[in-house]
């Protein structure tokens, strides 16, 4: 048998022989163990500890500069999605452009609501009757032919009698009755030293069809008689009275069918990425519920959206939809251009930015909280690049300001007209006396991030909807998107808004006092 060894506190070896007593292997066993005990215990060689420190720190250097670039990246694809929405108006401009100078050139003098029906008929001939095109001798490029029916696999059991083109309209913007064709942004100048800001640029805006709208998309609130009601009542005017192009959901086709084979003219989509296209052929949305489904509309258009006409049931007086539609298909029509915010998340464990997630567009908020977990939330926020607070609460609200009524309002923060662009920064119960609701402009970048030595996850969700969780060391970043909601006004955007918060919210709802009592001398 060979002797049993063992480490003492020094680091030296100590020898047992087998021969000292019987109980020499018990004892080899707990000398082990206490060596093993002993050189835990024990401190470190010198500078070890220092190393490790440094070696960790680096990492965690390398760990933040790589997730600086990752959302750097997420910054920049939202940078690109932008200037692609900025040329492809551009070339649509410059498509209308060339269209007015051959007009004027008289390639396409008659070019009139008639002949564009006309047109219409042509082009669902098959293709090889359509190389002659009467009004450009099919030589030139016209609206219908850059804007004919494209991706959209439509129900192919539904006769498409018209073609699919969307209706192209203009915005102006008013002020005090003046009309102006321009937006005009805060200009800051300063002639001969002065500095004077340009007249005020938040006006009325007015949209106004350069062409008839065609297309319309209906989308209703699931499980309403009253809605389905209603729906049914205003397909067929639609139909009948307006012979529009009607689109609804899957599951509403399937209600109208099942009402009557009368609907069959009504079409729809088949799957997500037909879905997808629905903004290159829809001219206008009609929603039939509450704000909820204004929010279920705006989420169906990730990027520009076609102007909304919200009927809200209950509230406001649907019996009226023929003289409002009437006006609003006519038009010109005023609209709000509600703002929205676009989200990405980037994961701490993401070994490449394609496990990163977004763009998340929201019309209200994107809210972050502690969910199921019972510690507070613990949430470090950067606005671009500058370090905002370190939230501990029940979590963090960002929220648009045509938000600004919905959950950042229960949470405490401010009622904000939705014309103004701007981002809310809203704390869910913070435990702080001091933390008071902000609001920062429309231009920032917002970074939060779940810190590493958080107690918990965070969950952040969007509209209420989509819940996704985020560990420590993940981040949503969160800035303005680029696409706005345009959404038809009752009357303008600052009656209906007030209209909103008094009828919706009963706003400073309050008995009036009555006259009699004490009065100043
Ligand atoms: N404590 C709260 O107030 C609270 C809590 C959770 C969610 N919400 C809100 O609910 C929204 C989701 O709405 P939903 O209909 O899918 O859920 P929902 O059916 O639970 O409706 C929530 C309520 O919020 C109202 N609402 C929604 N957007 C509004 C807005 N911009 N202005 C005024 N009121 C608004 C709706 O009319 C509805 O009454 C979220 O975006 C969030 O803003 C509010
Ligand atoms: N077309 C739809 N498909 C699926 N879900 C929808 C659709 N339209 C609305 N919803 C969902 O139904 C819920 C209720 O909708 P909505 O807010 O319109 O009704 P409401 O709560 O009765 O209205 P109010 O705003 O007056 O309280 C929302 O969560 C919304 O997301």
Redesign the pocket.
Known sequence: MSPSSSTSANGKASVSSPTENGFIDSLSLLNSEKAIREIIEQPMLPGIEDHLVEFSEALRTVAKALRRVTEGKAVAIAEAAEWKRKYELERDRYLQLEQKVLSSEGHCSEFNVDKARDLEEQTTLPDENREQCDLCSGKDICDHQVLRDGGLDLDSSVAQNKLMSKALFKLSWYCKGEKSDRHKHDIVSFEKGDITTAERSSKQISLKWESPPQTVLILTKPNSTSVRVLCLEMVRWLKEQKNLNILVEPRVKAELLAESLYYTFVQTWIDDNDMLQLHTKVDLVVTLG???TV?WAASMFKGPVPPIVPFSLGSLDSERYREDLSSILHGPISITLKHRLQCHIIREAAKSEYENEGPMVVL??VTIDRGISSFLTNLECYCDGSFVTCVQGDGLILSTT??S???SL?AGGSMVHPQVPGILFTPICPHSLSFRPLMLPEHVTLRVVVPFNSRSHAWVSF??KGRKQLAPGDALVCSMAPWPVPTACYVDSTTDFLRSIHD?LHWNLRKTQSFDGPHDP
Do not use: I, P, V
Request: net charge negative; charged share 20%; glycine share 34%.
């Open positions: 509450g704000d909820g929010l209200n908020e045509s938000g009524t919905a959950y229960a509209d209420g919706g």
